[in-house]
């Protein structure tokens, strides 16, 4: 934070941004905004160094070669590593999870370092694509309501011992490792399969980042009636019978 304003990086929209996920960096943006902070973005393309003084990074998902070019290139340029190493705060969706891991499989078929920021492994699963609407309960200690979501991915992820589950499924498969967890964080990186965008369905999490940001243990109300709606909506639709 620097003069009442927040960095938010956006990590290679060129490739890595699936389902919406760029909504994610507007209702960041629109919920700082709403609390009368100045939000600096920073929309960074793959060609384009990563800048290492973000408050907030978020990653999107992508399809398997973006996936692949994209782990290259974060790996090559090394800042998002830097970045956490500095107290910053990720927040990534599916491909971005996978590559924030240790590794992954790439569209080759081959083994792929991620950054090693978070203690997971991804594989590829061997069942059915995990595709649908998702329910589940955020790691307690977190305080956030219910979460909602849409996963479309092949990769399994497996937590490592220093990782926590982000949340546990009630719907959905999650991780896809049978366990019934779901994403991963630790510290100040999170992971999470959950399209939708993910924080339009679930602006707790984005008030959570705020938070980490700006090292505070509140923020102020803001009106939330839309973003209730759409989460009244999309639950309603997961429970539904078909
Ligand atoms: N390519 C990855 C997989 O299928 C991630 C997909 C995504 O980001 N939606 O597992």
């Avoid at 979501?149 to 399994?156: A, K, L, S, Y």
């Avoid at 940001?213 to 939330?224: C, E, I, K, T």
Wanted: with cysteine.
């Amino acid at each position: 934070m620097s003069d009442n304003s927040l960095r938010l990086v956006w990590v290679y929209p060129d490739l890595l941004s699936t389902y919406g996920d760029q909504g994610n960096a507007l209702v960041v943006e629109r919920r700082a905004n709403q609390r009368g902070l100045h939000v600096e973005r920073h929309d960074v393309r793959s060609d384009q160094p990563v800048p290492t003084s973000g408050d907030i990074y978020l990653i999107g998902g992508g399809e398997d070669r973006p996936q692949r070019l994209a782990a290259e290139r974060l790996r090559r340029d090394g800042n998002l590593s830097r970045a956490v190493a500095n107290g910053a705060i990720v927040f990534s969706v599916c491909a971005g999870y996978q590559i924030l891991g240790h590794e992954f499989i790439n569209d080759l078929g081959q083994r792929e370092p991620g950054l090693g920021l978070l203690d997971v492994t991804s594989t590829r699963g061997e069942g059915e694509r995990c595709v649908g609407d998702v329910l589940g309960d955020i790691d307690e200690p977190l305080g956030l309501p219910q979460l909602t979501g849409f996963e479309n991915h092949q990769g399994v992820t497996h937590l490592g011992p220093t990782a926590r589950p982000f949340a546990r499924v009630r719907l959905g498969k999650g991780n896809g490792t049978g366990d019934g967890t779901e994403g991963a964080y630790n510290d100040t990186v999170f992971g999470t399969y959950m399209h939708g965008p993910v924080l339009a369905r679930n602006p707790q999490i984005a008030d959570m980042l705020l938070r980490l940001a700006l090292d505070v243990n509140a923020l102020p109300q803001v009106d939330d009636r839309w973003y209730d709606a759409l989460r009244e909506e999309r639950i309603a639709a997961a429970t539904q019978p078909a």
